[in-house]
């Protein structure tokens, strides 16, 4: 008998390190030794498990080597929130900004380039290159500023590590650093081999997964909440049929609890810990996407506990942009003062920023005409108080608002 539950133990915690290794790569998908020790070595020991896993239940290709792991995701969802490269500071990168990151990743991969480079000598490289392919990169504080933005993210990666002075220092005032380069991990930055001849458009938009179950675990494992109106006819019967084999899944996989409401799913974390973006939070984006939900909840949603005539409240309600902006404008006079004065000064920069990170949680959905904002937002609205759900059995299927505790 003892035989027999020091098995059971073992498999139990067996299955729980792989089940942190596995959230440790869905958020961050570049892990490195150098930066976590502790967490690749348990990705390193479940190593052909996790690959599996994440094959069988995402459609993901997870590359082990003995310094760093690349989990190597497919292309987004059609409909589904995007994810951009992000600031230091949480700002999402520009256009011009992947410019200089395709550029940096471009120089790095030549074969001149050692496991060592000095600063100025890959910063030549960067603008030799670009003028080759038509590209002017002039030597101003912002252009240095955005080139060393995509040296920051490579730095956060693992993909490059400061040896000797910083990638700042020469934004600012142009000293000279020292970098080694992580090059066996440097081809696995892409997922996969660019197609000659092909732009962006072809590259996103990569041939859709035959497998909707597949599908479905994919939306859940990357968004926090997947709306019906997001399923193709295949997704969403998989959703009304398999929900119990679903929610165990996502549980035994990623340790993910399963919430089901008439409009729509949530693949909620108990832990808090799997998203990489944190809401409600500090800063002024995030205290105004928090105030500005709330009223848009208070003011557009049907109360939570009322029914609607039909038994059941609307997916989303629209809310016109000339209210969007009333709200928002009532809020910056309360509460601008405290705010980043480059966004209190610039509404329609400060409007653009909040509903990207509402929309990122899929609480809301820009329109020509306005903002649809989603049922699940009313989670938000204060006279609800809101507790942490506890991992339990799949609920039936309830018509009406979630009513959900965490973060998203």
Request: glycine residues 6%.
């Amino acid at each position: 008998m003892s035989a027999g539950r020091g098995t059971v133990t073992t498999s139990a915690h067996d299955a729980a390190e792989r089940r942190t290794a596995a959230r440790a790569l869905l958020l961050t998908p570049v892990l490195t030794t150098a930066q976590h020790p502790d967490t690749m070595r348990l990705v390193r020991r479940h190593a052909p498990a996790l690959r599996s896993l994440f094959g069988a239940q995402l459609g993901y290709t997870l590359v082990v080597e003995s310094t760093f792991a690349r989990l190597l995701k497919t292309a987004p969802e059609p409909g589904m929130p995007v994810r951009p490269a992000r600031r230091a500071d949480g700002t999402p990168f520009t256009a011009r900004g992947y410019v200089h990151l395709c550029l940096v990743t471009a120089a790095l991969l030549a074969p001149t380039t050692g496991e060592q480079v000095l600063l100025s000598n890959l910063v030549e490289q960067v603008r030799a290159d670009a003028a080759g392919l038509g590209i002017d990169i002039p030597d101003t504080l912002t252009e240095r500023r955005s080139l060393v933005a995509a040296l920051d993210l490579m730095v956060r990666w693992g993909v490059i590590a400061e040896t000797d002075g910083t990638a700042a220092g020469w934004a600012e005032r142009q000293d000279e650093a020292l970098l080694t380069v992580h090059r066996p991990l440097l081809p696995y930055l892409l997922t996969g081999p660019l197609p000659s001849g092909a732009d962006a458009r072809s590259v996103i938009d990569a041939a859709p997964d035959p497998q909707p179950r597949r599908r479905l675990r994919r939306m859940l494992a990357e968004h926090p909440v997947v709306l019906r109106t997001d399923l193709d006819a295949e997704t969403a019967d998989v959703l009304s049929r398999e929900r119990t084999a679903l929610a165990g899944q996502l549980d035994d996989a990623f340790g993910l609890v399963l919430e089901t409401r008439a409009e729509g799913v949530l693949a909620h974390d108990p832990e808090a810990t799997l998203s990489d973006v944190t809401f409600p939070g500090t800063g002024t984006v995030r205290q105004a996407a928090l105030l500005l939900v709330e009223q848009l909840v208070i003011e557009h949603l049907p109360d939570p506990d009322a029914k609607a005539a039909t038994g059941a409240h609307p997916p989303s309600v629209l809310v016109p942009w000339p209210e969007v902006d009333r709200l928002l404008a009532t809020l910056l006079a309360d509460y601008g003062k405290g705010w980043k004065a480059q966004l209190r000064d610039d509404p329609t920069r400060l409007r653009d920023e909040v509903l990207d990170l509402l929309t990122s949680l899929s609480l809301t959905t820009p329109s020509p005409d306005g903002v649809h904002v989603h049922a699940v937002a009313a989670r938000y609205r204060t006279e609800v108080t809101h507790h942490r759900a506890t991992p339990k059995p799949v609920p039936p299927e309830e018509p009406g608002l979630f009513d959900i505790g965490g973060a998203p």
